[in-house]
């Protein structure tokens, strides 16, 4: 765990909870709201957001927000903190019963945040490459989660999730700012369409090398590694509680252990790949069990440079 847990100061601020996707950033979020002192907004820059949730729309994947774009965002997202549900806009988009049912739900979320006072914390792996604009704009203090390469990969080949590299490559100004020394990489595999392992490795690849830099440019970013809120739940949220000012309660401590329990399942299934129950530690090296060798093999290879700066490399036996 990042030494920052040890250091950081609480403060009363919108919460943004990042990474790459697949990294836990589902778990560690709904266990930051598991007190009941903060709002879970899920996904605002997910494509598919609900317009209630945010009246701007998101054209790409990993959105990259900074000073050159922020008027199209700027405002709404201080809205959606501000937990102001756009109704309206939610209704001229249903298409459905079960449209419906979530506007419902999202609306009473927000309510209750609003009547109780709490702080909103956005759950969104998509915003890791704007990760320094929400502290800046937007006043969040940010977490960041990382996790393994090969579990990631696992997971999305499991799920069969390939990733368009033209959701990056079509933002100027993220490949500018960010992605330059990745563009030959980027515009190869855009050419050259390759298997969920490759692409996994990559974007892993890219997006934590620009994490790291996020470690020298922002210290305050608080850091976890995916392994070690596994290993011990308790004692590592109790960290992050209060790194972030928030209590962490009884009711806390249950739900993060019922969470982690040997009793949950020891895996996601496809329809479930967003549950937060899961056998924790049986989960861990999971990958090892479903990748083949060599897809370890190439997983290492592409991403051993940046994987140096999280894990030690006995972390691939």
Known sequence: MNENLATAQPAKAPILVTGAYRTGTTWVGKMLAASGQTTYIHEPLNVHHRPGVLRAPVKYWYA???AQNETDYL????????LRYHTLADMKSLRSARDALRMGRHWSIFLRGRLLSQRSLLKDPFAVFSAPWFARRLGCQVVITVRHPAAIVSSLKRLNWPFDFNNLLNQPLLMQDWLEPFRVEIERIVREPADIIEQGSLLWKIVYQVVAEYRQQSPEFLLVRHEDLSMDQVQGFEALY??????????AQKIIRESSSSENPKEQSGRSFNSVRLDSLANLDSWKRHLAADDIRRIRRITEEVFAFYYPDQDWD
């Not at 405002?75 to 959606?80: G, H, K």
């Not at 209060?242 to 009711?251: A, D, I, S, V």
């Open 64 to 66: 990259y927000l900074c």
């Open 75 to 82: 405002p709404a997202l201080q809205e959606t903190i501000q």
């Open 242 to 251: 209060g790194c972030l000012g928030l209590k962490f309660t009884r009711r």
